[in-house]
């Protein structure tokens, strides 16, 4: 079982930053990596960026250059600092923690926050 806590969304103007977090409670499922997905309206989830326990990261082409993940371990905490926001990264930002399991991956969702980047 996961619980999440997710905060640092909001409204901000085109070229304006946010610092998205998300901690992570896991009881019985050990965590092996975290990252932040996003859904914008009409569209399918998909992959903003992730990191591994070890710090190894991949990021959407959309955001590379401009958007940051991060991961205090020992919190399992997760960051994702977004800079040079454009509209197009208009979307419900959700939270995700993952356990490998043999080929499998596990996944569980935070509840989701707001980007909303306008003028």
């Known amino acids: 079982q996961v619980q999440f806590v997710e905060s640092g969304g909001g409204l901000v103007q085109p070229g304006g930053s946010l610092r998205l977090s998300c901690a992570a409670s896991?009881?019985?499922?050990?965590?092996?990596?975290m990252g932040w997905y996003r859904q914008a309206p009409g569209q399918q989830r998909e992959l903003v960026a992730t990191?591994?326990?070890?710090?190894?990261?991949r990021y959407a082409d959309s955001v590379k250059g401009r958007f940051t993940i991060s991961r205090d371990n020992a919190k399992n905490t997760v960051y994702l600092q977004m800079n040079s926001l454009k509209p197009e990264d208009t979307a419900v930002y959700y939270c995700?923690?993952?356990?490998?399991?043999?080929?499998?991956?596990?996944?569980?969702w935070g509840q989701g926050t707001q980007v909303t980047v306008s003028s």
């Open positions: 896991a009881i019985g499922f050990s965590i092996d990596a």
């Open positions: 990191i591994t326990n070890g710090g190894s990261t």
């Open positions: 995700n923690a993952d356990r490998y399991v043999s080929d499998f991956i596990e996944r569980r």
